[in-house]
Structures are given as C-alpha cells and as structure tokens.
C-alpha cells in the first residue's frame, strides 16, 4: 500500500480544503454554538455524505481507506464539487485504492517538430509548458511580449518559479496576478494529481513552499485545473496595457505538455498594440540584443 500513499494523502488533503472552504449554512446547516473552525465539522459533512464520522475522518487522514466510487459521489455532492473537482476527486481516490500503482512515465517531455513549425507560423503569441510548468518552447511573438526566456537559466524556466520569483516582485503591477497565480497553481495541483512524487513537482513546490509565504496560502486552497483559459492584462513600457485572451490545448501525450496562446480580437486596440510592441522589440533586439525581461 505504501506506493499509494502520496495519493492518499493528496485526498485528504483535497478534501480538508474543500470541507473548509464551506460554511454550515451553505449546506442548510444551523451553525449552533461557538466552532473551533471556520468550514463544516468532520462529523457534519460525514453526515451530509451519508458517512459515518470515524469513517469519513480515516479517508481525510490518509489512512488506509479504498472508498467506493458511491462513497466518492456522496462526498462531491455534499461538498458541492465542479466537474474539474470531482474529476480530481476520483483520480485521486482511485489511485489511492489501488494496492499497487502503474509506472508512471517520467521520461522527459517533447515538443514535437510539427508543434515547433506550427509555434513560428502562428501570427500570436504562443508558448509550449511541460504538465509542471516549465517553459519548453515559444515563438517569436511570445518573446515580443514576454521577454527573452534565454536569459534564464533551464532550471528556472518555469511559470510558478517566474511568477513567485522575489526579483520580479515589482512587476506583479497587474490587476488580475493572484488570479493567474491560481490557474498555474490549478494546473500544477492536475498534474500533481497524476504523479505525487515526481521530482520535478517536489522540487518547485517544495522551493515556493519555504519561501514564498503568497504560494503557501494559494497552495493551500487546493484548487485544480485541467485545461484553462482567462484574460490577462500586460503592462508593457512603451506600449501601454495589452488585454489578451488566453487558452491552454493539450498536445498529443497523457499527461503531456499544452500550448499556451494569446490572442487578440482583430482589428482592436490590443491587436494594433501587439503589433507595435512586435515591431518595438525587433529594433531593440538589433540595437542592443534583447532586455532580457520575461513576464508571467
């Protein structure tokens, strides 16, 4: 059972997060007396979920519990969980329940050469991230906006990293930050999900858990993402704030990296400014060989 644990306690440690994010009368409980904690009590969510207490507090510790996929569809419910959460939920669950696990597939992530073709033929910005983040490819229009990657080092080439990086702290000027915070991190708790003990993803998480009191408390939310998508503001001298769109596409490979690109609606004002600061950023890089600025 001992290769199942990271799972078991990635479980318990999911559903303590959602337990507390509730409140008694969210769930049409009456609060009653003074409460030690914030969220709903072990005992009033086992009973929402139809569990006993001792039952419900062995699958949050971790402790060696296979609960039944009806088990895991009363807890959903009562915690009322998205379809990303359930999903995470169950992925969770039963890797937890499984006495022995598959090998998981470490070997390093490819792009492959036809995605790398397609990144330089694409008119928008666009890069490619392992399923922990790392920064694996991107195409001129990326380093128009975002800077020149090669000026990091590999091993720091890895959105979570950039973003928490205390160098850069006076640069998180943009309004929507702590939300992309919790879409990277959503990604990362997915791929977690896959592989507890992966290297790659005990190495970040680790580094930004000791010193980064901000990714300690997003972490802590426990929120997943698979596949997302948003809006993000760019505030870029010289052009003033660029407004894009966002998605995320999975590329071929389970788990496996995804494309991430930014798009502008035709013919707007973020569109002309995405031009300008394409063409800006071609002259400084002839002048003086890049700035070596990477935003997140």
């Known amino acids: 059972m001992s290769t199942s644990r990271p799972y078991a306690r990635e479980l318990g440690d999911f559903l303590r997060a959602r337990r507390g994010r509730l409140r008694p009368h969210d769930v049409g409980l009456e609060p009653g ?52 959460e359930r999903r995470h939920l169950f992925t969770l669950a039963h890797a937890a329940r499984r006495p022995m696990l598959a090998r998981v597939d470490r070997a390093p992530e490819r792009v492959p050469d036809s995605t790398r073709r397609l990144l330089r033929v694409m008119d928008t910005p666009a890069v490619v991230l392992s399923r922990h983040l790392d920064l694996l490819d991107w195409n001129p229009l990326a380093q128009a906006l975002l800077g020149d990657p090669d000026a990091y080092p590999p091993d720091r080439l890895n959105m979570l990293l950039l973003l928490f990086d205390d160098t850069l702290t006076g640069q998180r000027g943009c309004p929507d930050w702590e939300r992309q915070a919790l879409d990277y991190i959503g990604m990362m708790r997915a791929a977690v999900a896959t592989d507890p003990t992966h290297p790659r993803a005990t190495a970040i998480i680790g580094e930004l858990s000791i010193r ?7 972490w802590a939310r426990h929120d997943v993402r698979g596949s997302v998508s948003g809006t993000k503001t760019f505030r870029v001298p010289g052009t003033g704030d660029i407004v894009l769109d966002w998605d995320t596409y999975p590329l071929p490979g389970a788990p496996g990296p995804v494309m991430l690109v930014f798009t502008a609606e035709p013919g707007s004002a973020d569109a002309e400014r995405l031009r300008l600061l394409a063409s800006l950023r071609a002259t400084r890089a002839a002048r003086r060989g890049g700035d070596g600025r990477f935003s997140h």
């Open 212 to 218: 980064s009191a901000a990714f300690r408390r997003l």
């Open 33 to 84: 007396g003074r409460r030690k904690v914030t969220g709903l009590r072990r005992e009033e969510l086992a009973l929402l979920a139809g569990l006993s207490t001792d039952y419900y507090q062995r699958i949050e510790q971790g402790r060696e519990v296979r609960p039944s996929d009806d088990v895991l569809d009363a807890l959903a419910d009562a915690l009322g969980l998205d379809d990303g």
